[in-house]
């Protein structure tokens, strides 16, 4: 189970995150997922979702996640990883830098019945 859930994260990655191909979110992201990296009190589930990847999209151009470490417990992944893009348009107020950005993080996510519940 571990490793089919590691696996439904890379492609995941590589199908949606670094394509922004968001028709493919369905085939992957439960309906009603639960975004933790959501503000409180903003939208939850699938479309939310969309709309923050997106967001990033537009905001990084060339925008893709490196995944540098994999590790899995049950029905959680947690995913090293390094993102790079190009700051091309505004985010959170921030006008666009049009410099390179290379951010490192770490994603827990919850994977039930193949699909991501969590994140």
Known sequence: MTT????????????VVNTGNLPAMDRFVSADIIDHDNTSGSPQGIEAYKAHLAAVHHTYGQFH???EDQFSDGEYVITRITATGIHQNKWLGLSATRAKIILTGINIDRIQGGMITEH
């Open 4 to 15: 089919a859930n590691k696996q439904v994260m890379r492609d995941y990655i590589e199908q």
């Open 65 to 67: 996640l490196t995944i």
